[in-house]
């Protein structure tokens, strides 16, 4: 069965500071990747999906097959970062998407 | 621009009682909808979804069942509740396969 593990409940880096939320999930087909943002006091929403090879928001996300992972990335945190992050795993049409449970990331000043 | 509503944004309820939760979208068309579940220290889980009026789909056998009586309204019942029902519940809509924008939530307390 598919899964998604976000091995980090908890992250705190520095302003400034580069950042990594992991993420590593396991399925034997090829699966699509994304990555969600909850920021405080706001609704939970789509931040990046791996088809896409886009950068939001300053983060990026690589999908690494031969480690399973899709790490979400960004060089120099902002406070404004600081949110609760899932990342989610596709295995079908789309439809039915398997999350994590979540990294809490706070950005300290 | 599209929004998603979802009410009551609270809700305690007795075992063995009904429930209904609803949520409406505006601002599209034909969209899927889904009902997502978070129990406490775990990730959102799919409970239903669909891709049009009166298609359901049923991704985990429970209490709960599911109706898309409109385009754009998505309504989440039980008939009778379990103590296991405890959880916070979003709907969430997309027009392009998996879920884009969420609801605020409704936090369901079972006593």
């Known amino acids: 069965a598919q899964r998604v593990t976000q091995p980090e409940k908890l992250l705190s880096v520095f302003k400034g500071a580069p950042v990594e939320l992991k993420c590593n999930y396991s399925y034997s087909g090829s699966p699509e990747l994304f990555w969600y943002v909850q920021y405080s006091r706001q609704r939970l929403q789509l931040l990046l999906r791996?088809?896409s090879r886009e950068s939001i928001k300053g983060f990026t996300a690589d999908l690494n097959k031969g480690e399973t992972s899709f790490h979400l990335k960004k060089p120099f945190a902002q406070e404004e970062d600081s949110a609760m992050y899932y990342c989610?795993?596709?295995?079908?049409?789309?439809?039915?998407?398997?999350f994590g449970e979540g990294t809490q990331l706070t950005v300290n000043p | 621009s599209q929004t998603i509503h979802q009410w009551p944004a609270t809700l305690v309820q007795p075992v063995g009682s009904p429930l209904s939760l609803e949520c409406t979208v505006e601002g599209t068309s034909n969209p899927n909808l889904y009902w997502y579940r978070q129990a406490a220290g775990r990730g959102l889980q799919l409970l239903f979804y669909s891709v049009g009026i009166g298609q359901i789909s049923s991704e985990v056998p429970q209490n709960l069942s599911a109706s898309r009586p409109q385009d754009r309204q998505f309504i989440l019942s039980s008939k009778k509740l379990l103590l296991s029902d405890s959880g916070f519940y979003l709907c969430a809509w997309s027009d392009s396969g998996v879920p884009q924008h969420f609801g605020d939530g409704t936090r369901l307390s079972i006593l």
């Open positions: 989610a795993l596709s295995f079908s049409s789309g439809s039915r998407l398997t």
């Open positions: 791996h088809i």
